[in-house]
């Protein structure tokens, strides 16, 4: 059975940091993107790793600023977040696939974690 729970969201600062998890189950061998969505807007790609963590992939928008990583032993994967400023308010998803490319187009996961809020506010 294929699950994937997201946490670690809440309300920051601008500036500051957050580290999101992502544990999921019967997915050992899928990479795993994480995917954003913000009030009124699409739901966008962030970040993706590969099934032995090997490879990674960020949008524009975060290079420099998050980094994702994955503990196979804890069967969970980060998103550490910094400098984060109000335009990274979204619900966070974590998602998984079995045809890891590189990829955070969200059409090539199909399966899907229900969320966690981040709010980056003064």
């Known amino acids: 059975q294929f699950k994937l729970v997201e946490s670690g969201g809440g309300l920051v600062q601008p500036g500051g940091s957050l580290r999101l998890s992502c544990a999921y189950s019967?997915?050992?061998?899928?990479?795993i993107g994480w995917f954003r969505q913000a009030p009124g807007k699409e739901r966008e790609g962030v970040s993706c790793?590969?099934?032995?963590?090997?490879?990674?992939n960020y949008a524009d928008s975060v290079k420099g600023r998050f980094t994702i990583s994955r503990d196979n032993a804890k069967n969970t994967v980060y998103l550490q977040m910094n400098s984060l400023t109000p335009e990274d308010t979204a619900v966070y998803y974590c998602?998984?696939?079995?045809?890891?490319?590189?990829?955070?187009?969200?059409?090539?996961?199909?399966?899907w974690g229900q969320g966690t809020q981040v709010t980056v506010s003064s």
């Open positions: 998602a998984a696939t079995p045809y890891y490319s590189g990829s955070i187009d969200q059409r090539t996961y199909g399966y």
């Open positions: 019967g997915l050992d061998y899928y990479g």
């Open positions: 790793i590969s099934s032995n963590g090997g490879r990674t």
